[in-house]
């Protein structure tokens, strides 16, 4: 399941709009995608870890099971979903709906949410 989650990610990096994309895996290792020279790998590998860590605090101490969460900045926003799993994908997007429409943000998401019933390229 990990190499498609890779195979995955690298697919959606391509997205115009997407400053970055990353998984954390539910064995906690990294699957990240830069796509712009403003989000560093160390700057998203801490970004993605306290992203699990927000997901995982939500659920242990306050008793919500959240599927996804959206932070608004300035220029971005941080999305992010968590799968049965516990796996755990982040996405920074521009803020600019022309660039990203929200029904796309949506969209991939909820492609993330169910990855696993998606037909492998492999197979296709």
Not at 25 to 46: E, G, R, V
């Amino acid at each position: 399941m990990k190499e498609r989650v890779q195979e995955w990610v690298r697919e959606q990096s391509r997205r115009k709009g997407l400053f970055a994309i990353g998984v954390v895996h539910a064995d906690n290792s990294f699957t990240s995608q830069s796509c712009s020279s403003i989000y560093p790998p160390i700057f998203l590998n801490n970004a993605w870890r306290s992203l699990k860590e927000t997901f995982d605090t939500l659920r242990q101490e306050h008793q919500i099971d959240s599927l996804s969460l959206r932070w608004v900045y300035e220029h971005t926003c941080l999305y992010g979903a968590q799968r049965g799993d516990g796996s755990v994908l982040g996405l920074y997007v521009s803020r600019d709906e022309q660039l990203v429409p929200r029904e796309e943000v949506e969209r991939i998401l909820n492609e993330f949410l169910f990855l696993e019933d998606l037909p492998s390229q492999a197979a296709a």
